[in-house]
């Protein structure tokens, strides 16, 4: 029983003292992750903007959402 004892104490001491690190290093991972995403954001953006169809239809969009915003009448109240 000792001996199980002892093998528990020395996993859960390893366990214990490698948390930090791994914390660590899952920061790091989800950091670089981020990363990935942006780029791969920025790059669709670029490939859409350029795109003229893609590019105006976004245009439209937008001035017609502003447009749409800007007419709303605040409730009399």
Do not use: H, W
């Not at 942006?38 to 969009?61: C, D, F, M, S």
């Not at 937008?62 to 009448?73: K, R």
Request: glycine content about 6%; overall charge positive; hydrophobic content about 45%.
């Amino acid at each position: 029983m000792s001996t199980l004892t002892m093998i528990s104490q020395f996993i859960f001491t390893r366990l214990y003292s490698q948390l930090p690190g791994r914390a660590r290093k899952q920061r790091g991972a989800s950091a670089l992750e981020y990363i990935v995403l942006a780029a791969a954001l920025i790059i669709i953006i670029g490939v859409l903007a350029t795109n003229g169809t893609v590019r105006t239809a976004l245009e439209t969009a937008f001035t017609d959402l502003f447009t749409e915003a800007s007419d709303t009448t605040p409730p009399a109240g």
